[in-house]
C-alpha cells in the first residue's frame, strides 16, 4: 500500500511537468480526495530553476487557492509535505468539462455539438469563477477544458492553480517556460507570458465556447476564423460578435472584465432563448416502433470497441438512431416503456451516488418492495439508451419529461474495469466510462 504523508494512493490522475495528481483515501474518513505532489519529471527544469524554487512555486500554488473561497473555484482541504515533497490535497471530481465535450490528447480532432443552453450555463459560471479570481488579482493561465470540473451538482470549478499569477508580479516565472496550453492560451502567452492579464483568460473562455458551439477549435493559421454560425445556422449575429470579441488576437480589442463577458453572454442568451422557436434537432434519425437497438438485460464487462460496435454509437459515443418513445405513466415516480416492457423510477435516488452505494440503494429497494417488487436493478447500457430522446437546441435534456430533470449521469449496471464502470450523460446523450467512486444519479428498472 503506497502512502503519501497520511493518505492512501487508489490511482493516479494525471502528470504534468512539476507534479503528479492522484487519487487517495483521506485517513479516518476514507474520503476520495485528489492529492497533488512536487514531482517534477524533466531534469533540465530543475536544471533551469532549481529545486528549492520550483518548492516555492509549488507552495504559491497553494498559497493562491487558499485565499479564494467561491463555488466555482477548487478549495484546498490540506497542504503538508512527504519528506522533501510538499503536496496539496483537493476536492475530488471524476467529471471534467473535456471529458463531457469529448476532447481527446489530439485536441485538434472534433468534439461534440453542445447545445447553446448548456454552453451558455457552463460558460457563465466559469466567468463568475474568474470574476473572482480577478478580483483578488489573480490570473489564472491555463483555461482549458480540463481544468474545468464539472460536480456531481453539475457547477464547473475551476482548477489547476500551477501557472497562475499575481496581477503586478511573477513570482512562479520559470526561465524558458510556456504558459498556457496551445489551443487555449492567448496570443500575448506566447509571446510575453509577464505581461498577460485577465484578458488573456477570457480569450481562452472563448475559445472554449467556440468549440462547444462548433465541435471544432478555431482556425489560428489565418487571417480569419469562420463565425460560429457558419457550422450552426441556429446562431445569430449577436452569437458570432460575442464570441468573435472574446477571441480577439488584440487583448485591447476583448472584453474588459469577466462581469462584463458575462453580462452580455447571460443577454445574448436571454435574447436568443426568447427568438428562438425552430428547435433545431442535432440528430433527427430516428427508429420506428420496436426495438432497433439491442436490449440486454444481464449486466457484463463491456469494453470500449464493443460498446461502439454493439450499441450502434459514434466516434463521440452518441447513439447514432434513437428509438421513438412509447411511456405510460404509473405514478409520479415511475413510468413502462411500452416498447421493453421496463418500469422505470423517474425520480431515482434523488442524489448522486458511487457505483458501489448505487448497488446498496438497490437492495434497499428490492428490500422495501417498491411497487411490490423485488426485483428491481440497475439498467445496462442497452436499456439506457432505449430511454434516450435526440437533444434538441432548445431542450437539452435525452429524457421523457416525466424523469427528474436534475439528472446529468446515470449509472448503468455494466462495468469496463475492476475501477470503471459505464455511465450514460443525459445532457448531451452520450456514453462514457467513469471510476467506481465517481458519483452519478440511479433511475432503476423492473
Given at each position: 500500500m503506497?502512502?503519501?504523508?497520511?493518505?492512501?494512493?487508489?490511482?493516479?490522475?494525471?502528470?504534468?511537468?512539476?507534479?503528479?495528481?492522484?487519487?487517495?483515501?483521506?485517513?479516518v474518513?476514507?474520503?476520495?480526495?485528489?492529492?497533488?505532489v512536487?514531482?517534477?519529471?524533466?531534469?533540465?527544469?530543475?536544471?533551469?530553476?532549481?529545486?528549492?524554487?520550483?518548492?516555492?512555486?509549488?507552495?504559491?500554488?497553494?498559497?493562491?487557492?487558499?485565499?479564494?473561497?467561491?463555488?466555482?473555484?477548487?478549495?484546498?482541504?490540506?497542504?503538508?509535505?512527504?519528506?522533501?515533497?510538499?503536496?496539496?490535497v483537493?476536492?475530488?471530481?471524476?467529471?471534467?468539462?473535456?471529458?463531457?465535450?469529448?476532447?481527446?490528447?489530439?485536441?485538434e480532432?472534433?468534439?461534440?455539438?453542445?447545445?447553446?443552453?448548456?454552453?451558455?450555463?457552463?460558460?457563465?459560471?466559469?466567468?463568475?469563477?474568474?470574476?473572482?479570481?480577478?478580483?483578488?488579482?489573480?490570473?489564472?493561465?491555463?483555461?482549458?477544458?480540463?481544468?474545468?470540473?464539472?460536480?456531481?451538482?453539475?457547477?464547473?470549478?475551476?482548477?489547476?492553480?500551477?501557472?497562475?499569477?499575481?496581477?503586478?508580479?511573477?513570482?512562479?516565472?520559470?526561465?524558458?517556460?510556456?504558459?498556457?496550453?496551445?489551443?487555449?492560451?492567448?496570443?500575448?502567452?506566447?509571446?510575453?507570458?509577464?505581461?498577460?492579464?485577465e484578458?488573456?483568460?477570457?480569450?481562452?473562455?472563448?475559445?472554449?465556447?467556440?468549440?462547444?458551439?462548433?465541435?471544432?477549435?478555431?482556425?489560428?493559421?489565418?487571417?480569419?476564423?469562420?463565425?460560429?454560425?457558419?457550422?450552426?445556422?441556429?446562431?445569430?449575429?449577436?452569437?458570432?460578435?460575442l464570441?468573435?470579441?472574446?477571441?480577439?488576437?488584440?487583448?485591447?480589442?476583448?472584453?474588459?472584465?469577466?462581469?462584463?463577458?458575462?453580462?452580455?453572454f447571460?443577454?445574448?442568451?436571454?435574447?436568443?432563448?426568447?427568438?428562438?422557436?425552430?428547435?433545431?434537432?442535432?440528430?433527427?434519425?430516428?427508429?420506428?416502433?420496436g426495438?432497433?437497438?439491442?436490449?440486454?438485460r444481464?449486466?457484463?464487462?463491456?469494453?470500449?470497441?464493443?460498446?461502439?460496435?454493439?450499441?450502434?454509437?459514434?466516434?463521440?459515443?452518441r447513439?447514432?438512431?434513437?428509438?421513438?418513445?412509447?411511456?405510460?405513466?404509473?405514478?409520479?415516480?415511475?413510468?413502462?416503456?411500452?416498447?421493453?416492457?421496463?418500469?422505470?423510477?423517474?425520480?431515482?435516488?434523488g442524489?448522486?451516488?458511487?457505483?458501489l452505494?448505487?448497488?446498496?440503494?438497490?437492495?434497499?429497494?428490492?428490500?422495501?418492495?417498491?411497487?411490490?417488487?423485488?426485483?428491481?436493478?440497475?439498467?445496462?447500457?442497452?436499456?439506457?439508451?432505449?430511454?434516450?430522446?435526440?437533444?434538441?437546441?432548445?431542450?437539452?435534456?435525452?429524457?421523457?419529461?416525466?424523469?427528474?430533470?436534475?439528472?446529468?449521469?446515470?449509472?448503468s449496471?455494466?462495468?469496463?474495469?475492476?475501477?470503471?464502470?459505464?455511465?450514460?450523460?443525459?445532457?448531451?446523450?452520450?456514453?462514457?466510462?467513469?471510476?467506481?467512486?465517481?458519483?452519478?444519479?440511479?433511475?432503476?428498472?423492473?
Open positions: 503506497k502512502m503519501i504523508g497520511r493518505y492512501e494512493v487508489v490511482g493516479r490522475l494525471g502528470r504534468g511537468g512539476m507534479s503528479t495528481v492522484y487519487k487517495v483515501k483521506a485517513p474518513t476514507g474520503r476520495i480526495v485528489a492529492l497533488k512536487l514531482a517534477p519529471r524533466e531534469e533540465l527544469l530543475v536544471e533551469l530553476t532549481g529545486p528549492e524554487r520550483l518548492r516555492q512555486i509549488f507552495i504559491e500554488e497553494a498559497r493562491i487557492m487558499g485565499a479564494i473561497s467561491h463555488p466555482h473555484v477548487a478549495k484546498i482541504i490540506d497542504c503538508d509535505e512527504n519528506g522533501r515533497a510538499p503536496f496539496i483537493l476536492e475530488y471530481f471524476s467529471h471534467s468539462l473535456g471529458g463531457f465535450i469529448g476532447e481527446s490528447y489530439r485536441a480532432q472534433f468534439s461534440r455539438l453542445i447545445s447553446v443552453a448548456r454552453t451558455a450555463f457552463y460558460i457563465i459560471q466559469a466567468l463568475k469563477g474568474l470574476e473572482r479570481l480577478h478580483l483578488a488579482g489573480i490570473i489564472h493561465r491555463d483555461i482549458k477544458p480540463f481544468n474545468l470540473m464539472i460536480t456531481s451538482d453539475d457547477r464547473i470549478i475551476i482548477i489547476d492553480f500551477g501557472l497562475s499569477r499575481i496581477r503586478g508580479e511573477e513570482r512562479m516565472r520559470i526561465p524558458g517556460l510556456k504558459v498556457g496550453s496551445p489551443f487555449y492560451a492567448a496570443p500575448e502567452q506566447e509571446t510575453h507570458p509577464e505581461k498577460a492579464d484578458r488573456a483568460d477570457l480569450y481562452s473562455l472563448g475559445v472554449l465556447a467556440y468549440r462547444m458551439l462548433t465541435g471544432r477549435l478555431p482556425d489560428r493559421t489565418g487571417d480569419r476564423t469562420p463565425p460560429p454560425s457558419s457550422y450552426r445556422p441556429d446562431l445569430n449575429r449577436a452569437w458570432d460578435e464570441i468573435m470579441k472574446s477571441m480577439a488576437k488584440h487583448p485591447a480589442h476583448r472584453f474588459s472584465s469577466a462581469m462584463q463577458m458575462r453580462r452580455v447571460e443577454d445574448v442568451h436571454a435574447d436568443w432563448e426568447r427568438e428562438s422557436t425552430k428547435g433545431c434537432i442535432f440528430i433527427e434519425e430516428t427508429c420506428e416502433r426495438a432497433c437497438l439491442p436490449v440486454r444481464t449486466q457484463k464487462r463491456v469494453l470500449y470497441r464493443e460498446a461502439r460496435e454493439d450499441l450502434g454509437l459514434d466516434e463521440l459515443m447513439p447514432r438512431k434513437y428509438q421513438e418513445q412509447r411511456p405510460e405513466i404509473i405514478d409520479a415516480h415511475h413510468i413502462r416503456d411500452l416498447n421493453t416492457d421496463l418500469i422505470w423510477q423517474t425520480r431515482g435516488s442524489y448522486t451516488l458511487d457505483w452505494q448505487a448497488e446498496k440503494y438497490i437492495a434497499t429497494l428490492n428490500r422495501q418492495k417498491c411497487l411490490g417488487r423485488d426485483t428491481w436493478r440497475l439498467p445496462t447500457l442497452a436499456e439506457l439508451l432505449t430511454i434516450l430522446q435526440p437533444p434538441t437546441v432548445t431542450r437539452d435534456f435525452c429524457l421523457h419529461p416525466a424523469f427528474q430533470k436534475d439528472i446529468h449521469w446515470l449509472w449496471s455494466d462495468w469496463y474495469t475492476k475501477k470503471q464502470a459505464w455511465m450514460v450523460d443525459i445532457i448531451e446523450c452520450f456514453v462514457e466510462r467513469s471510476d467506481k467512486d465517481g458519483e452519478a444519479s440511479v433511475c432503476a428498472v423492473s
